[in-house]
């Protein structure tokens, strides 16, 4: 099965800090993604990948950055973080195209105070 | 970009019986709808698919319903145990938009005993 890990799984930041939240996946996926998960909101996509080196914008994005240094890694960088961005971010990778199967890791628990 | 709409946001039901949520999605080129469920405490998992050469589709108790002229697909639960109580999440995925996937707000289901 598909294994995604997240670190940090629980963060408390400051208002204006930077927050780096990192995404390992071992199943050579091509895609990976980054969503939130807020009550009522459901899972919303902030930014995702086709492979190293690309970033794409998702349909939220604004106050977050992405990177994809390598195949296996995907980071969300909040470079200034805000009460609005306390969530659960989930990472998840695919193999890509249309009707591929996510595999989402455990989630991180990020508090903005 | 895609808009998928999930009702009801909160459902129980009685052991044995059936569950039903409903989704609509508004691009007409979206292909895939997939449906993922979260357990309390974990990560959303998907647990059945359809694609859009298709109108049904059953695994086991899983049926879900795709009517692309209405813009509507369904999941429906058959004799409800209290281990399908989760957060469930239905999504629509467009053909040409890669592997992005457009969830929906999410139902919590109970089933009580």
């Known amino acids: 099965e598909a294994a995604v890990t997240q670190s940090p799984r629980n963060k408390v930041a400051v208002t204006g800090g930077k927050v780096t939240l990192s995404c390992n996946q071992t199943?050579?996926?091509?895609?990976m993604y980054w969503y939130r998960q807020d009550t009522g909101h459901g899972l919303r996509l902030i930014h995702y990948?086709?492979?190293?080196?690309?970033?794409e914008k998702g349909d939220i994005p604004d106050g977050y950055k992405a990177s994809r240094p390598s195949q296996e890694n995907f980071s969300l960088i909040l470079e200034l973080a805000t009460p609005s961005q306390t969530s659960v971010y989930f990472c998840a990778s695919g193999e890509g195209g249309s009707g591929n199967t996510l595999y989402f890791g455990e989630g991180s628990r990020l508090i903005v105070v | 970009g895609e808009q998928v709409e999930q009702l009801p946001s909160i459902l129980r039901v009685q052991e044995g019986s059936s569950a039903s949520i409903n989704c609509s999605y508004e691009d007409s080129a979206s292909n895939y709808f997939p449906w993922y469920k979260q357990e309390p405490g974990e990560n959303p998992k998907l647990i059945i698919d359809?694609?859009?050469?298709?109108e049904r589709k059953q695994i086991q108790e899983l049926i879900v319903l795709l009517d692309k002229k209405a813009k509507r697909f369904s999941l429906h639960i058959t004799d409800t145990q209290p281990g399908d109580s989760a957060m469930y999440f239905c999504a629509a995925s467009e053909r040409n938009a890669g592997a992005k996937l457009t969830f929906g707000g999410g139902t919590r289901l109970t089933v009580r005993p």
């Open positions: 199943n050579n996926h091509n895609n």
């Open positions: 359809i694609r859009s050469n298709m």
């Open positions: 990948s086709y492979g190293a080196g690309s970033t």
